[in-house]
């Protein structure tokens, strides 16, 4: 499946949009994608450094274009369809073949890729929508997953690995003193991106995650260096990660909208470069800290917190790591309960999910928690500190945390909230009111 394929249907829906002004690849575009944030995609067609190339954006921002590019129409069903291909990932190994839509370059130089530019304390042009595949040389074990990438010269990248699945290859190769090679690959489907933004357990492989969820029509090509890409992608590059060459990455924006610190971490080695053969070049812009990015590294968690809450309550209706939580740090749960311990036990539960989260708030089905007023209205009227707060010291959580009490760690403390009406109540006590009118507001004539 092709990133181009899925922009032609988002055309063809009215959910994509065409922006013809000429605009810089640096800070304009990303500017301009952050300003029409939860809205349609948009493509820009006049591109002021790279005349022969259109940069796309907003590609998966909303659940309804993650739920399209799925083939999924509700919560539930995305939650059901990741798991399962979570689980029959062994089985759906993707189909190797050596025709591929791009061709090599005759030289390897960085500095002409068109990487956007986005944020102004940034050390220069960041690579934030691309899937890193990564080999174990000794085992075998391959991972995808998505990284950032900043350029640190014509044929390097100073690559952030986060103590997951490719840093633990990463450490495994160095300690035999192997670089890991890997393929990297950008302007991808968005069901390979929700894919390599999952975390299944080590030794799943990401690439077969995807082939599931693409119904089985996922095809590789595998590079020199041993390492399969997607043979539909707008840049593949082949290279390694160093085992001993190092360098100092960052200050770049992370999902919480802050700069993530500035830390020693390996070099990328690019050894060759391919290009889609046909203009114009589709080069995927992603913005650190807004909605495509909350979404595709939360989503998958979202499925997992549903998965772990729906084991200790009888019916978990949503799940939403919110805008305000940065996507990844706050939850809200509604689930239907039978019992008032419910509540706590599914708080526990979403605490086990997903370890990074900090706050989760419980409520009841009839709760909208899409409205952040609904949700603030139901710990308005349903909860009681001293009964309905749960508090967890010391445990750990996001090494994001600006306020953690151990930032290397991720330590630091855990609220969970139980907005829910206590069964024992007078339910008309708790009941919305409601006006028994229907009006069409659109005749309604003002003067």
């Known amino acids: 499946m092709d990133l181009r394929k899925f922009l032609m249907d988002l055309r063809n829906e009215g959910i994509l949009k065409f922006v013809d002004e000429e605009l810089s690849i640096n800070y304009e575009i990303p500017y301009v994608i952050t300003r029409f944030d939860k809205g349609p995609a948009l493509e820009f067609t006049n591109v002021r450094e790279f005349k022969e190339v259109h940069v796309v954006g907003n590609v998966v921002n909303t659940r309804d274009k993650v739920y399209r590019a799925l083939n999924v129409r509700s919560d539930i069903e995305f939650y059901r369809k990741l798991l399962w291909a979570e689980d029959v990932a062994p089985s759906y190994k993707p189909s190797e073949t050596n025709n591929a839509v791009y061709e090599p370059l005759p030289n390897v130089d960085l500095t002409r890729m068109p990487i956007p530019r986005y944020f102004e304390l940034e050390p220069g042009p960041c690579l934030t929508s691309a899937v890193v595949v990564g080999m174990d040389v000794r085992d075998g074990i391959l991972n995808a997953s998505i990284h950032r990438l900043t350029p640190i010269g014509p044929d390097k990248f100073v690559i952030r690995l986060v103590p997951r699945h490719l ?78 060459e190092t360098a100092r990455e960052g200050p770049c924006m992370d999902v919480l909208g802050t700069y993530d610190e500035v830390r020693e971490q390996p070099i990328v080695r690019i050894t060759r470069v391919y290009i889609r053969r046909d203009n114009p070049l589709i080069a995927q812009a992603l913005v650190a800290g807004y909605s495509e990015h909350k979404l595709l590294m939360g989503i998958e968690k979202e499925a997992k917190i549903w998965q772990f809450v729906s084991n200790v309550v009888p019916e978990v209706k949503a799940v939403r790591l919110t805008d305000g939580g940065c996507g990844w ?41 899409d409205d952040p007023s609904e949700v603030e209205w139901a710990i308005a009227t349903r909860f009681r500190a001293d009964e309905d707060l749960v508090l967890i010291k010391y445990a750990r959580g996001s090494t994001l945390d600006p306020v953690a009490i151990d930032p290397v760690q991720g330590i630091t403390t855990k609220v969970g909230i139980d907005a829910t009406r206590p069964l024992n109540s007078d339910a008309s006590r708790f009941r919305k009111g409601v006006i028994p009118a229907s009006i069409d507001l659109s005749k309604i004539k003002f003067r």
């Open 329 to 369: 740090l706050h939850a809200v749960v509604a689930i239907r309960k039978q019992s008032d311990g419910d509540p706590k036990n599914a708080i526990m539960a979403a605490f086990a999910a997903h370890p990074s989260l900090k706050h989760v708030i419980i409520v009841d089905d009839d709760i909208n928690i």
């Open 167 to 244: 840093y633990r290859i990463y450490v495994r190769n160095r300690e035999i003193g192997k670089d890991t090679p890997i393929s990297i690959s950008w302007g991808l489907h968005p069901a390979i991106l929700v894919a390599a933004a999952s975390s299944p357990p080590f030794g799943v492989f990401e690439l077969n995650m995807a082939n599931a969820l693409l119904d089985g029509s996922l095809k590789v090509k595998v590079l020199d260096n041993g390492v399969p890409a997607p043979v539909y992608a707008e840049v593949v590059m082949e290279g390694y990660i160093s085992a001993r």
